[in-house]
């Protein structure tokens, strides 16, 4: 199966940069490629020939719910999908397992596409939880088709920190044990460590935030991916 390329913009490019990211970008055949602007720039992505998930989705169809978006508008919108969980979410922004699950569940209800992330923090890690903090989380995520996990270690996210391939392979292969589904590695995801990390047999793509937002590099990362598919 191709490996799967989804890159994270996070609070990074509008409408006019993400045109010009497109500009600039190229995938070859046998790599699967997803991209997820924000919300303002959603719009300006569908256009282009690539799969666009949001960053974020509420569970509600539609109602009193400042600053949410709900599936329904996502769909009308042309996007095929959208994050859920993501560790910054969690941490910043109050979501817990029982909100990954609600949101999950009203976008593949709408028939979203849906990468769930899931994590331990550095602290969760240490304290020899990580297996009871996946298991937790990869619990309450729905089993459908149009899901995928992305495993995403809090502490390797931003900080340049990438979890061996050996890590990541133990944690993907707990993640299958639990959910049968493509499993996506995410944290510090670069060209210049994606062949080790993707070369292992349980890591079915990455979640590629940084590396993302310059279109030469994440066409390398999707290259890559490409060969070893
Ligand atoms: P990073 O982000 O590649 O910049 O570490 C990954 C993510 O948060 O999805």
């Known amino acids: 199966m191709a490996k799967l390329i989804a890159g994270n913009w996070k609070m990074f490019k509008g409408p006019v940069e993400t045109l010009a990211f497109f500009d600039g970008f190229e995938a070859p055949d046998g790599v699967d490629v997803v991209l997820c602007p ?54 910043y922004f109050g979501e817990t397992d029982e909100t990954v699950r609600l949101r999950a569940e009203a976008a593949l209800a709408a028939g979203l596409g849906v990468i769930a992330c899931v994590g331990e923090t ?9 297996e009871a903090v996946l298991t937790r989380q ?6 459908h088709e149009a ?27 707990l993640i299958k044990s639990l959910h049968e589904t493509r499993v996506l590695y995410g944290g510090s995801v670069k060209p210049e460590n994606a062949i080790e990390l993707l070369g292992r047999p ?22 890559i991916a490409a060969s070893l598919s």
């Open 138 to 143: 990869v619990a309450v995520l729905p089993r």
């Open 38 to 91: 924000p919300y303002v720039s959603l719009e300006a992505a569908v256009g282009e020939e690539w799969p666009i998930y949001a960053q974020n989705v509420h569970w509600a169809d539609e109602g009193a719910f400042t600053g949410e978006i709900s599936a329904r508008m996502l769909v009308e919108l042309g996007v095929e999908g959208t994050l859920v969980g993501h560790s910054e979410r969690r941490l």
């Open 147 to 173: 899901l995928v996990i992305a495993y995403e270690p809090v502490w390797a996210i931003g900080t340049g920190k990438t979890a061996t391939p050996d890590m990541a392979q133990d944690a993907h292969a």
């Open 122 to 130: 550095e602290a969760e890690r240490e304290a020899g939880e990580t």
């Open 202 to 223: 349980d890591v079915d793509g990455a979640l590629v935030g940084g590396a993302s937002l310059d279109a030469a590099s994440f066409s390398s990362l999707c290259r």
